[in-house]
């Protein structure tokens, strides 16, 4: 590998540390003014105004089952890095795995750092711990593993899609506030790009690999 492509390497992990650093801060921060604020204004008008679309609930009821529990916390990683294993991807696999674990670590330090209740007019069972959104945290970290991997503008697209449709599923049965679901998308996102910025180089050697 040339000099110029290990700088650009280095300097492509580099962004991706500093801006999953920025993004997991902006969560902290966004936790730290719901919690001194009595109200949040969006939050109320958004719990109310989501039920005009009532007729979505269908699909986010599959959405939340997708998105949560034992599907999102083992299949769901463990299938993605059987697929890239198949595909002669093991730093993907390993990237994939070690992705979807620090989101979800950075998720539960999140909510039990501030204990957020969940709207009262939840149509769904889920634990404690409103803020962050873990549906939506999931649904970011995919995406970013899937950009990851395969650095494509319809990739980002299908992945962007994802998360929108996650983040308003969780309104849409009234797990989460609406800023649960920025929060989980910031965390999401960050906690992805924090962990891809240490496999970079490996993952930027596979990709070149002759035989892809």
């Not at 992705?99 to 039990?112: D, R």
């Not at 899937?146 to 009234?174: C, E, K, N």
Request: charged share 15%; hydrophobic share 55%.
């Amino acid at each position: 590998m040339s000099a110029p492509v290990d700088d650009e390497v280095e300097t492509t992990g580099l962004q991706r540390l500093v801006i999953g650093v920025v993004l997991i801060v902006l969560a902290i921060g966004l936790g730290i003014q719901i919690t001194l604020e009595v109200d949040i204004d969006i939050d109320d008008w958004w719990n109310s105004f989501v039920d005009v679309f009532s007729f979505l609930r269908p699909l986010a009821l599959v959405l939340n089952f997708l998105g949560g529990g034992w599907f999102a916390t083992f299949v769901v990683p463990l299938g993605t890095a059987a697929i890239l294993l198949a595909l002669r991807r093991p730093w993907g696999a390993l990237f994939a795995l070690c992705a979807s674990a620090g989101s979800a670590l950075i998720v539960q330090v999140l909510k039990a750092m501030f204990g957020r209740a969940r709207p009262e007019d939840m149509i769904v069972v889920s634990d404690h711990g409103s803020y962050p959104s873990g549906h939506t945290a999931n649904a970011a970290t995919l995406a970013v593993i899937a950009v990851v991997i395969v650095p494509r503008l319809w990739v980002a697209i299908v992945g962007a899609a994802w998360v929108f449709a996650m983040a308003f599923s969780r309104t849409g049965v009234h797990a989460h506030w609406f800023t649960d679901t920025v929060g989980g998308t910031l965390a999401g996102l960050g906690a992805a790009l924090v962990v891809a910025a240490f496999f970079t180089p490996a993952l930027d050697r596979e990709a070149r690999r002759p035989d892809r």
